[in-house]
């Protein structure tokens, strides 16, 4: 099954890895991975039209 946790594993598991495996920061990776996830998910915010 592959739903959002499982994104966010393994976007935060590709962050891990990029950083060089450092120890202590598997909840920075994690909620970067979430945030990078919600602005993919989320609509366009709306443009203001000065016309």
């Known amino acids: 099954m592959s ?6 594993r393994q976007r935060a598991y ?3 890895e990029k950083s060089g495996k450092t120890d202590g920061s ?15 998910t989320s609509p366009e915010p709306p ?3 000065l016309e």
């Open 3 to 8: 739903g959002p946790e499982d994104k966010i």
């Open 14 to 16: 590709e962050l891990w």
């Open 26 to 40: 598997e909840m920075d990776f994690w909620l970067q991975a979430e945030r990078e996830m919600a602005r993919e």
């Open 47 to 49: 443009q203001d039209r």
